[in-house]
């Protein structure tokens, strides 16, 4: 059974910082991506950031040039660096793995932008 487990949300003002964290437990073959998606107050849940176990990596316009996502060389854990951040960045941050036979989430980090 794979489980991840996401580490890193919190309070943080406007223009600051937090990086998250998710850890892949568990028996995992093949190829997978991994990656982020967020649900804002009242939203429906997005793509944020992913990544590819060759390292092609995947934005939304409106984290580019702020967010940027990578995964260790095990491959089996993904950050999410989070810079410039906005009120409208608010949201649960979910982590996320694809493999050819099957997709698994995380249960979700709070992350809330707020002076």
């Known amino acids: 059974q794979v489980q991840l487990v996401e580490s890193g949300g919190g309070l943080v003002q406007p223009v600051g910082s937090l990086r998250l964290s998710c850890a892949a437990s568990g028996v995992i073959f093949g190829s997978r991506s991994m990656g982020w998606y967020r649900q804002g107050p009242g939203k429906q849940r997005e793509l944020v950031a992913s990544?590819?176990?060759?390292?092609?990596?995947n934005y939304a316009d409106s984290v580019k040039g702020r967010f940027t996502v990578s995964m260790d060389n095990a491959k089996t854990t993904v950050y999410l660096q989070m810079n410039a951040l906005k009120p409208e960045d608010t949201a649960v941050y979910y982590c996320?793995?694809?493999?050819?036979?099957?997709?698994?989430w995380g249960k979700g980090t709070l992350v809330t932008v707020s002076s």
């Open positions: 996320n793995l694809k493999t050819a036979w099957a997709e698994y």
């Open positions: 990544i590819t176990g060759g390292g092609t990596s």
